[in-house]
């Protein structure tokens, strides 16, 4: 791969909320393809490439290197933000991670709260979306793209101020709904919610119809999108 392309539409993804021209933290970075995609094409000045582990990290390096970046791209060996200094960072990256983790990194990276946050949740993004309005987050954009899945990746910034919500809302965030992959993010979400309505139904469980019903609610979200 040219470190100045990219064909990870999930990346790309992220790489299109980027503001450009400060510094991106990409925690997680597992082999810095997005730091250096941005930093290769002048999106962003700086980067820093911070992973929990040492493996990823030294792969992470040795991709900097091969590009050429030693002076424009720190790595940091980091368990989420904890190790890495706030100083210039305007946008974070936290990507390809669980929502619940992503949730937990955010709680406790007070420091960054005045960049912008990109997160691409690889599961439970319901319950990321509700952490971020519960703790005064707001979701100023989101995207679904699809490679072998559907993913989502959201833009978010720290306001202070929580955020009302619905329980469809939880599962459908900022997404418009208006494109094909929006429609089928959405989709694979309802059939999800529906799959876990029925099984309850089978099981007698009082909860089913509350899943059956927030499944319905998605389905006509994609139809007026």
């Known amino acids: 791969m040219s470190f100045k392309e990219l064909t990870d539409k999930r990346l790309l993804a992220c790489a299109s909320f980027v503001s450009g021209g400060g510094i991106v933290c990409d925690v997680g970075t597992d082999h810095a393809y997005l730091p250096c995609y941005l930093v290769k094409n002048g999106v962003c000045k700086r980067a820093v490439a911070a ?25 940091v060996l980091s368990d989420g933000l904890d190790g890495i200094s706030p100083n210039g960072v305007t946008d974070v990256v936290i990507a ?32 990321l979306r509700q952490w971020l309005w519960e703790n005064g987050f707001e979701i100023a954009c989101e995207r679904a793209c699809k490679e072998e899945i559907y993913y989502t990746v959201m ?20 997404l418009k709904g208006d494109s094909g992959d929006d429609k089928g993010y959405i989709s694979k979400q309802a059939e999800r919610l529906r799959k876990k309505g029925e099984g309850m139904k089978k099981s007698g469980s009082a909860q089913a119809q509350k899943y059956l019903q927030l499944a319905e609610k998605l ?6 999108g």
Do not use: H
Not at 65 to 73: C, F, N, P, T
Not at 104 to 124: E, T
Not at 219 to 224: E, H, P
């Open 51 to 75: 992973d929990v582990n040492p493996s990823p990290l030294a792969a992470a390096k040795e991709n900097i290197q091969r590009a050429g970046l030693e002076d424009k791209i720190d790595t």
């Open 96 to 127: 390809g991670m669980g929502g619940e983790l992503i949730a937990d990194i955010l709680g406790r990276g007070k420091a960054f709260f005045s960049a912008r946050f990109i997160l691409q949740p690889m599961s439970k993004p319901e319950r």
């Open 155 to 174: 833009l978010v910034k720290y306001t202070g101020e929580n955020s009302a919500y619905t329980a469809a809302q939880c599962y459908i965030g900022a």
């Open 219 to 224: 389905d006509r979200y994609i139809k007026q």
